[in-house]
């Protein structure tokens, strides 16, 4: 009678620890918040990661999709749609602080990623009136990012405790290059439409930088509410193994 009971104990805690984990194996917990274990855990992550976890309610970032998004310029309305980011699987992390009592949380990464969908640009570029549409595609070459979280820390309903985000900012640097390939800018020609978009080859940080602000801010936005869909799943002590601050 104590064996059975001893062995059901067993069964019941093995049944306990196989399905009271929610993290996914390939999140391999730092047990102290150094550089070189943070690096190495978000990058072992990061390809698993970034292609969502249904189970957990996390959607996927690579791809992630952009259905509609509006660049307002000035003199030229471009509209994105259709779209479909990929590349994030690849990144590479370059630096990851924590700082528990702080609440603060830095990554540093850089990537290629491909950029393709449809476009329509109604308006001027340059002295060129402009009304194209068609395919676009856009390559970034080495985009370096950093991302600067404030954290927060909260007890979800069973009482166990939760990452939070509060706020976050970020900086980026379009790196190496973009490429654009983008058809039928001038519906009209196809001798304009190819020696603009060489031009706007040629000129493509300026280029970069005048479209592609609302681009990056989408897919740092998407990006962060993806974290935080993953620390509401996912508590605290999964997560890494050190206490967690008094809060
Ligand atoms: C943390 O410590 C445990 C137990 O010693 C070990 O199995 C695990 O590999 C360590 N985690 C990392 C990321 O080094
Ligand atoms: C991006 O592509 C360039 C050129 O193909 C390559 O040298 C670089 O290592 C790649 N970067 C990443 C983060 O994969």
Not at 135 to 155: E, G, I, P, S
Not at 180 to 189: G, H, I, M
Not at 217 to 224: F, N, P, S
Request: glycine residues 6%; proline residues 5%.
């Amino acid at each position: 009678m104590l064996q059975l009971g001893a062995s059901l104990f067993l069964v019941l805690a093995l049944c306990h620890s196989a399905y009271g984990k929610l993290v996914p194996d390939f999140i391999h917990p730092c047990n102290a918040t150094t550089r070189e274990c943070l690096v190495r855990s978000t990058q072992d992550a990061i390809p698993d990661f970034v292609r969502g976890m249904p189970d957990l309610g996390v959607p996927s970032l690579d791809p992630f999709v952009i259905e509609k998004l509006a660049i307002p310029l000035t003199g030229l309305k471009v509209t994105f749609y259709q779209g479909k980011v990929s590349g994030f699987r690849k990144c590479i992390v370059d630096n990851v602080i924590s700082e528990l009592e702080k609440r603060h949380f830095v990554l540093e990464f850089h990537c290629n990623l491909t950029i393709r969908g449809q476009y329509t640009a109604v308006g001027r570029i340059l002295l060129f009136p402009i009304n194209g549409e068609g395919d676009a595609k856009v390559k970034l070459t080495n985009l370096r990012m950093k991302v600067d979280l404030n954290t927060k820390y909260y007890k979800d309903d069973n009482g166990l405790d939760h990452f939070g985000i509060k706020d976050y900012k970020y900086s980026f640097d379009y790196g190496d290059r973009v490429s654009f390939d983008l058809k039928n800018l001038f519906k009209e020609s196809k001798e304009l439409s190819s020696t603009v978009l060489e031009f706007l080859n040629q000129n493509w940080r300026t280029v970069a930088e005048e479209f592609g602000k609302p681009i990056v801010d989408y897919a740092v936005e998407l990006a962060i509410r993806t974290i935080e869909k993953f620390f509401i799943a996912v508590p605290y002590h999964e997560l890494i193994n050190v206490p967690i601050p008094k809060y």
